[in-house]
């Protein structure tokens, strides 16, 4: 059930979005450095910092999802996500108002110092 709830959640994500499928034979790739920054203990203090090579961050909306609910982020714009408690993330790219970047996922994990 949790699977098909994610499999949904991406197909709303890239069609609801306007980027159907063909879209993505012209799109251009989206070139970022993803640095995670583990949070100490028990405490939500991990972040991911991301770095944008050719594009400035509001070009993008990021899509965070994360195995505790109260970690995801849904439409964010920005360049590092902070307050994160350690877990396993994913992470999901695409390009804002219709600029042509092909979305980008990451699988992420923060861990105990």
Not at 28 to 42: F, G, H, L, P, W
Not at 77 to 101: A, H, P
């Amino acid at each position: 059930m949790r699977k098909l709830l994610s499999v949904t959640i991406l197909l709303i994500l890239f069609c609801g979005s306007g980027l159907a499928a063909q879209d993505f034979k012209n799109c251009n790739e989206i070139k970022v450095d993803v640095k995670v920054e583990n949070a100490n203990s028990r405490l939500s203090n991990g972040k991911i910092i991301l770095n944008f090579q050719e594009a400035d961050y509001e070009k993008f909306k990021l899509f965070l999802f994360s195995e505790n609910r109260l970690n995801n982020r849904l439409d964010f714009v920005g360049d590092e996500i902070n307050d994160l408690s350690n877990g396993n993330y994913t992470l999901i790219i695409q390009g804002k108002d219709n600029e042509k970047f092909c979305p980008k996922q990451f699988k992420l994990k923060l861990e105990k110092e």
